[in-house]
Nanobody
């Protein structure tokens, strides 16, 4: 059974930083395309960043490019999201997700999801 468990969320002031982690189990982590999404109430889940298996190639939403960095440690089956220069617009529940498809960014292509971790940025 695939399990993705996010951690590292919290309350931070605008301009601050947070580092999210996603511990994966029950899957061959290094072959999975991984991503971070975020969601606020009443809004569709939004792509944040992804990292491919193998290369790894990264891709970012324009809204976080230059501020967020996605990375993975295959030896620990863990995905990370370093978030710097946080803004109030970054406030959301952040989810990690796993896909067997290469390079995808739409949530419908991700079959496995974590439970989410809340990030709140105060202005």
């Amino acid at each position: 059974q695939v399990q993705l468990v996010e951690s590292g969320g919290g309350l931070v002031q605008a301009g601050g930083s947070l580092n999210l982690s996603c511990a994966a189990s029950g899957l061959t982590f290094h072959i999975y395309h991984m991503a971070w999404f975020r969601q606020v109430p009443g809004v569709e889940r939004e792509f944040v960043a992804s990292i491919s298996a193998g290369d790894p190639t990264t891709h970012y939403a324009d809204s976080v490019k230059g501020r967020f960095t996605i990375s993975r440690d295959n030896s620990k089956s863990t995905l990370y999201l370093q978030m710097d220069s946080l803004k109030s617009d970054d406030t959301a529940v952040y989810y990690c997700a796993a896909s067997t498809f290469y390079g995808v960014t739409h949530p419908t292509h991700f079959r496995s999801w974590g439970q989410g971790t809340q990030v709140t940025v105060s202005s």
